[in-house]
């Protein structure tokens, strides 16, 4: 049996590469990538967990609030299925939705096994024990000291960069972010579980790591990523200039009294025939695309609407949410003064389309978590991120293990080492300029992105936001820069989230209707007879093949 914590260093044209053996590597250390670990080590195999930052940290997961959507109480798995296609615009994969409302109960009730202390509600459960805004640290915590008990070795601050393959992957290449060591992993499979790319947006509720890259891994690669166009944002987030950024969830009895206002004191709520009681479960798409149109049509400030609690009765002014509100945004007057608040981008529904093992196009690579595409369709029901990461993670460790266990141990092809980690050197190499400056690239593809192709897009944003994001290409990807191997980890990041920027655009302009969250002002209708379809994109030498595919349906049609 290879053992992960066996190493060696190689010389490779002058090129110092530490190598690792393992059965199993898995990039990210979420509760996806968690998942995927403690099982493939609980089948007997060797397992290796990456991650950009150190284990457990950097991620959604441990930032979600550790609720789960899934079949307890009165909520039915067929309820369950349901309302996830209905919520999702039925451009769902109903297969994965299957396993996803089958397998929940159980999977979710060995969390406890593995020291995560949940409450049983109806309709779902909560992982507890964390705190704003890290409230997912029950669930992540104990994740994290089970597979280190279980024998999981990690290989923290690392940067996957790339993965290796002879026609199957069989490991990746990387770098350590603070003393630039460069690593090279030998595995028999890998399991893709690096998140979204809420990064790519100038307002989000993600935090900082989270820049797409295993999309690009996986489109470099050239295997196609579906439903691109579909990100989803929290409804309501404060953007109150010189206070920090903040998801907001007021409760439906503050809703009720129309405290979301555009400038003219309207109760958009009202306006557009909203539920307060649905608003981060089923229609966050309809409550989201509401205060965009708000903003769009001139009736916000800047880009926000107001949340206006002054005019609350005394007894809702006392209130959870207005104590919350209080204590973080400590000075603002927020019962003598409107709140500015706007959506934020909270989740990427696309991402590598999967089967229900896990597995994608290429063997050897399974995925799992907000980097593949195909579960949520075009409108995520609340609360079943996280089961998605509990239930697929678990399959992917598991169907890893056992493709792991057919393939004897891979060796190292040191010229597609070498090629792979020349990127690093070229980025080390390059002069130090505003142009190259992995920062400022960053922030105006953000800027691009929020400005052209946010809550409300039309063809000729789109295209807009395509020119600009061209210019920055031939202009500023090439001077990317890095002083030092976090500089580098950045300069990697902006490109990443340049290609998956001009993936979203790419596919937005190709969906010509509405639909969840994938709003067109110039095609504000859902059309089923043309659009019952994902649209895939993959890479074609240097150009955005676009194609599209139709939707898997078992059960549940429009």
């Not at 109480?73 to 309302?83: I, P």
């Not at 981008?345 to 229900?356: A, K, L, Q, T, Y």
């Not at 792991?404 to 300029?433: F, H, N, W, Y």
């Amino acid at each position: 049996m290879l053992r992960v914590n066996k190493c060696k260093f190689v010389l490779v044209w002058n090129l110092a590469i530490k190598i690792i053996d393992t059965d199993v590597l898995i990039v990210g250390s979420g509760a996806a990538g968690l998942g995927a670990a403690i099982e493939a080590r609980r089948q007997g195999v060797e397992v290796l967990l990456a991650s950009k930052s150190l284990t457990g940290l950097a991620n959604c997961s441990i930032y979600s609030a550790g609720g789960f959507t899934a079949p307890f109480g009165t909520l039915t798995k067929e309820d369950h299925f349901r309302t996830t296609i209905t919520t999702g615009r039925y451009i769902n994969n109903q297969k994965l939705v299957e396993v996803l409302v089958d397998e929940a109960p159980s999977r979710l009730l060995k969390l406890k096994e593995y020291g995560v202390k949940l409450v049983i509600d109806d309709g779902g459960c909560n992982a507890v024990g964390g705190t704003f805004p890290m409230e997912g640290v029950g669930l992540v915590d104990p994740l994290v000291r089970y597979a280190r008990s279980v024998g999981v070795k990690t290989l923290e601050r690392t940067m996957i960069i790339d993965l290796l393959s002879d026609g199957a992957v069989n490991g990746a290449v990387g770098f350590n972010v603070q003393n630039g060591k460069h690593i090279s992993v030998n595995a028999k499979a890998v399991v893709l579980a690096t998140g979204g790319a809420g990064h790519v947006y100038l307002r989000n509720d993600n935090p900082i790591r989270t820049t797409g890259d295993g999309y690009v891994i996986a489109y470099e690669l050239g295997l196609p990523l579906i439903d691109m166009e579909f990100v989803q944002f929290w409804p309501i987030g404060s953007v109150e200039p010189g206070y920090p950024t903040l998801i907001l969830d007021p409760a439906p009895s503050i809703l009720e009294y129309g405290v979301l206002q555009n400038i003219r004191g309207e109760d958009i709520a009202k306006k557009y025939g909203l539920d307060p009681r649905l608003a981060y479960h089923t229609q966050r798409d309809a409550w989201t695309n509401a205060i965009g149109r708000e903003i769009y049509e001139g009736r916000g400030e800047g880009d926000a609407v107001l949340l206006n609690v002054t005019k609350l009765p005394e007894s809702l002014k006392k209130h959870e949410f207005i104590r919350f509100l209080s204590k973080h945004l400590k000075g603002f007057p927020i019962l003598t003064k409107p709140l500015h608040v706007t959506p934020l981008v909270h989740h990427f529904m696309g991402g590598i389309p999967i089967d229900e093992k896990c597995k994608t196009d290429l063997p050897g690579l399974f995925a799992a978590g907000e980097v593949t595409g195909g579960i949520h369709g075009a409108n995520r029901l609340g609360g079943n991120a996280l089961t998605e990461c509990i239930v697929y993670g678990a399959r992917a460790g598991q169907h890893a293990t056992e493709h792991a266990k057919t393939k004897p141990k891979s060796q190292v092809d040191k010229t597609q080492v070498k090629q792979k980690l020349e990127r690093v050197g070229q980025i080390a190499k390059r002069e130090v300029s505003d142009l190259g400056n992995p920062k400022l690239v960053m922030a105006r593809v953000q800027e691009i992105m929020w400005e052209k192709a946010g809550v409300i897009r039309n063809q000729q944003s789109l295209l807009e936001a395509e020119k600009e994001l061209t210019q920055l290409k031939e202009e500023n990807l090439p001077k990317l820069y890095g002083r030092n191997p976090y500089e580098i980890m950045e300069a990697i990041e902006a490109t990443n989230i340049f290609i998956v920027a001009s993936l979203v655009v790419k596919a937005a302009l190709a969906r010509k209707e509405s639909r969840g969250a994938h709003f067109r002002i110039d095609y504000p209708n859902q059309d089923d007879k043309n659009w019952l379809k994902h649209v895939v994109l993959t890479k074609k030498l240097e150009e955005v093949k676009v194609d599209t595919r139709f939707v898997v349906m078992t059960k549940l049609f429009p």
